[in-house]
């Protein structure tokens, strides 16, 4: 099935990248950055659009799993935590995939609720999930490998050993943003995809056709959570700096806001 169907989303589209494409070569260097921060965001928004506009899952967590996936590259890629690491030679492109798995992987530890709790217990769960996460990094029995609250270096992206200037770096956030766009429309039109619009019409109904519930609000987890881990994964190569103050509860609430203006289950919406 066809990502874009009509004349309209066609032109909607072609007029988002022209414009991209122009701002970056026309404009001060300062709207390259806001460029790259919108990116970032929009792919953490588009995984909670997933998991909250999707499956129906409540969640005021995804800044703190973006930070999960900003301190998986910086912890990996980071030579200051001895020759374990540093002996795995973990490159920062190498990193990308395995931010967000790690940070999916995090997202399961508490989406493990989900199925018994629903609504305002499960917003007040992904709450304790973005204070309880935040308080990891900053706990002083982790701070030898996350820097507690003054935060920890990152190194930078490179290509052929030159580090990627703030342009080159915004055509791959765009790059990145346009795959995670793409995944985002076809998993909505998979089997999976139907199942997360039936558990959040009505999770009884769909329990009664046959959906497993407890699968699919995780797989609706899993998949929102990877979504902010590359959001995160970006975020620390690009400032090469990353603390806690980062990703706070008041970034969550926005997240959640920019899903419910953009309009709740749509794609193109939640960016």
């Not at 007029?15 to 460029?35: E, K, M, S």
């Not at 217990?121 to 002083?140: D, G, K, P, S």
């Not at 046959?210 to 699968?215: D, E, K, M, Y």
Request: glycine content about 12%; some cysteine.
């Amino acid at each position: 099935m066809a990502v874009v169907r009509t004349k309209t989303q066609w032109f909607l589209i072609a007029l988002g990248l022209a414009l991209f494409i122009i701002i970056p070569w026309r404009f001060p260097q300062d709207w390259v950055v806001w460029l790259i921060l919108l990116g970032i965001y929009a792919i953490a928004v588009l995984g909670l659009h997933i998991l909250t506009g999707l499956c129906g899952q409540f969640s005021i967590g995804q800044a703190a799993f973006m930070a999960v996936g900003a301190y998986t590259t910086a912890i990996l890629t980071n030579a200051h935590f001895g020759p374990t690491l540093t002996e795995a030679s973990w490159g920062s492109w190498a990193t990308l995939p395995l931010a967000g798995l790690f940070a999916g992987l995090v997202g399961l530890v508490f989406a493990t609720p989900s199925l018994r709790i629903k609504g305002f217990y499960l917003v007040m769960a992904t709450i304790a999930a973005q204070f309880i996460i935040v308080w990891i990094l900053v706990y002083r029995g982790w701070s030898a490998w996350t820097g507690g609250v003054f935060g920890i270096k990152v190194s930078a992206l490179t290509i052929g050993g030159e580090r990627l200037n703030d342009l080159q770096f915004w055509w791959l956030t765009l790059g990145l943003l346009v795959v995670m766009l793409i995944l985002a429309k076809n998993i909505q039109r998979t089997a999976t995809g139907r199942k997360f619009v039936a558990v959040r019409d009505n999770d009884m109904a769909a329990e009664v056709m046959g959906v497993n519930l407890f699968r699919t609000k995780l797989v609706a987890f899993f998949i929102g959570c990877f979504y902010a881990g590359i959001a995160g994964w970006l975020w620390a190569h690009f400032f090469l700096w990353i603390s806690p103050v980062e990703f706070t509860f008041k970034d969550s609430l926005w997240f959640l806001g920019m899903i419910v203006v953009g309009g709740m289950g749509s794609t193109t919406g939640a960016i």
